[in-house]
């Protein structure tokens, strides 16, 4: 594989670094999906919501501030603020909720989109070497270097193709739950 690695010439480093960047947000993010669904407490949510029904509102907004449910936290958050803005606590509660759910999807984004480009680049880096070659005046000597250059083109092409291509499944799934939790 290292073989592979520097045989794709210089712009492997950059996807190197890409595709370890994509693994730590893709690790991170499902440790925090794992963290939030054991986090998940429905009777914390159900309590909060007998406390309401028997007009105990003063309790129930103090019940869940520290809650590790994020639902918990967002209806104590609109309670904490019934006298001024109902509303508007709530939904800053669940903006600040659905940030962190958001988190790292700008850098899968970008991976996404990076790293193809970034193997194209290789590519035609690989192509100007080989076609660099082809016009100096012994061509058949070249002929190894010719074939060197295509071969760092492709891949270079292959591996930014691989980190987009393990980028997006994530980028996807975490899109998913992110717009699930956001209804």
């Known amino acids: 594989?290292?073989?592979?690695?520097?045989?794709?010439?210089?712009?492997?480093?950059?996807i190197l670094i890409l595709s370890i960047v994509t693994f730590s947000v893709v690790l991170?993010?499902?440790?925090?999906?794992?963290?939030?669904?054991?986090?998940r407490n429905h009777?914390?949510?159900?309590?909060?919501?007998?406390?309401?029904?028997?007009?105990q509102m003063d309790e129930a907004g103090r019940s869940a501030p520290n809650s590790k449910d994020m639902v918990a936290r967002v209806l104590s958050a609109g309670l904490q603020h019934r006298a001024t803005s109902y509303s508007?606590?709530?939904?800053?509660?669940?903006?600040?909720?659905?940030?962190?759910y958001n988190?790292?999807?700008?850098?899968?984004?970008?991976?996404?989109?990076l790293g193809p480009l970034l193997g194209l680049l290789g590519t035609v880096i690989?192509?100007?070497?080989?076609?660099?070659i082809v016009g100096s005046s012994?061509?058949?000597?070249?002929?190894?270097?010719?074939?060197?250059?295509?071969?760092e083109s492709l891949i270079a092409v292959t591996f930014g193709l691989g980190v987009a291509i393990v980028a997006i499944i994530p980028l996807n799934y975490l899109n998913a739950r992110l717009e699930k939790h956001a209804a």
């Open 43 to 55: 009777d914390a949510v159900l309590k909060l919501f007998q406390l309401v029904e028997h007009q």
């Open 138 to 151: 012994d061509l058949a000597a070249q002929q190894s270097a010719i074939t060197g250059g295509i071969a």
């Open 88 to 100: 508007d606590a709530m939904m800053e509660a669940a903006n600040t909720e659905l940030d962190r």
């Open 103 to 113: 988190r790292g999807l700008v850098v899968l984004d970008t991976a996404v989109t």
């Open 1 to 14: 594989m290292l073989e592979l690695f520097i045989k794709g010439g210089p712009i492997m480093w950059p």
């Open 126 to 132: 690989g192509m100007i070497r080989a076609f660099g």
């Open 28 to 39: 991170e993010r499902c440790w925090f999906l794992f963290q939030e669904r054991s986090h």
